[in-house]
């Protein structure tokens, strides 16, 4: 594989993070020698001193004397221990990038390998992170669109169940009412059993249409949505706790529905997979010195996430809180059950305010 770097065509942020890491290594005496050169300065310093030899007054007499044997197979030690040093010095930057490389998730984050050892496996690393980077940017702006395809989907879906289906339910529910008032006695029962089985699939039908297009959010905000939420999953068998405060950071309206979509699909696996009888809701505002933002907490008591494989419930969690930088974490709750914390930054601007307001 070819890699050519050209610093002309870095951006001024890489230019400069150059410059320095380049001044730093001088400041400090270091010097970045590629692999080839190591190896062949050690090979050429065993080679330069075998000659010497050979040109002095060492001589190898034949056969070759007992002292004579030893002094070669020291020397040929010496050598080969010197190139195995080099390549174990100089390779395991390449096996830090290859297990690196088979952990990689572009749905995480995650860290990326440290750039050191010869130059051609600095360099490497560097194009390698870059290359991540690329990626994951590639990546949310990718699951940026589709989530904002899905939402756009969900909206028509939900207009046309409120505004199609749900007239036409609402119109067979009044025309059995006047039918109920004129069938005889015996055929009454069952009018009302169809007036009821109708009356309940209406309910459904705008229940699902306020799970696709959440309109409390956008008419009453986030906080109301997420009470909204946990009572509208509070039902038989399951009893969810929110707890929700008022005086919430201000957030981008992206990382609102980000939080609402999340805390409704951890609800909707706690009710669907867990076996719980208990769910908690909490949203809380992070301290300034944990960067700002929210946190969102979703807990049950349930059976916990077992071995089985992401489905993609998750992935799409996943997915949204890498289109707004947040961090999701999904672990085993204290207790048995399963956690799902969510934790969005807050917005640049509001940092920069909050950094201008504290100095003098």
């Not at 969900?154 to 207009?159: N, Q, S, T």
């Amino acid at each position: 594989m070819g890699v050519v770097t050209d610093v002309r065509g870095r951006p001024r942020s890489a230019k400069l993070a150059a410059g320095v890491s380049c001044d730093e290594a001088g400041r400090s005496g270091k010097r970045n020698v590629s692999l080839f050169w190591r190896i062949f300065s050690l090979n050429a310093a065993g080679l330069v001193v075998a000659t010497a030899l050979l040109l002095g007054p060492v001589t190898v007499s034949t056969p070759v004397l007992a002292g004579e044997a030893l002094v070669l197979l020291g020397g040929l030690a010496a050598l080969l221990a010197g190139n195995a040093v080099v390549l174990r010095i100089g390779l395991t930057p390449l096996h830090r990038l290859g297990r690196a490389m088979s952990t990689a998730d572009l749905l995480g984050p995650g860290t990326r390998p440290e750039v050191s050892g010869p130059a051609e496996a600095a360099q490497l690393i560097e194009t390698y992170n870059t290359m991540l980077d690329r990626l994951q940017a590639e990546r949310a702006a990718g699951a940026g669109r589709a989530l904002q395809a899905q939402e756009r989907e969900r909206h028509r879906i939900a207009r046309e169940l409120h505004d199609e289906v749900g007239q036409t339910l609402t119109a067979v529910l009044l025309q059995l009412k006047r039918v109920a008032d004129r069938v005889p006695g015996e055929l009454r029962e069952e009018v009302t059993l169809a007036q009821e089985a109708t009356r309940a699939g209406l309910d459904e039908i705008r229940r699902i249409a306020r799970r696709l297009r959440p309109g409390v959010l956008e008419e009453l905000g986030l906080a109301s949505a997420l009470r909204s939420l946990a009572t509208e999953f509070t039902h038989h068998g399951l009893t969810v706790q929110q707890h929700i405060p008022g005086d919430l950071p201000p957030l981008a309206p992206e990382a609102e529905l980000v939080l609402y979509r999340v805390a409704q699909e951890g609800l909707t696996n706690t009710a669907r997979h867990a076996a719980a009888d208990r769910a908690a809701l909490t949203l809380r505002p992070l301290p300034p010195p944990e960067g700002g933002g929210v946190e969102l907490l979703v807990r049950d008591n349930g059976t916990g996430l077992g071995t089985a494989a992401e489905g993609a419930g998750i992935r799409g969690m996943r997915e949204r809180a890498l289109l707004i930088g947040a961090d999701i974490h999904l672990e085993t709750a204290p207790g048995g059950g399963t956690d799902v914390r969510l934790r969005v930054p807050a917005p640049p601007g509001d940092r920069s305010a909050d950094r201008t307001g504290d100095s003098p």
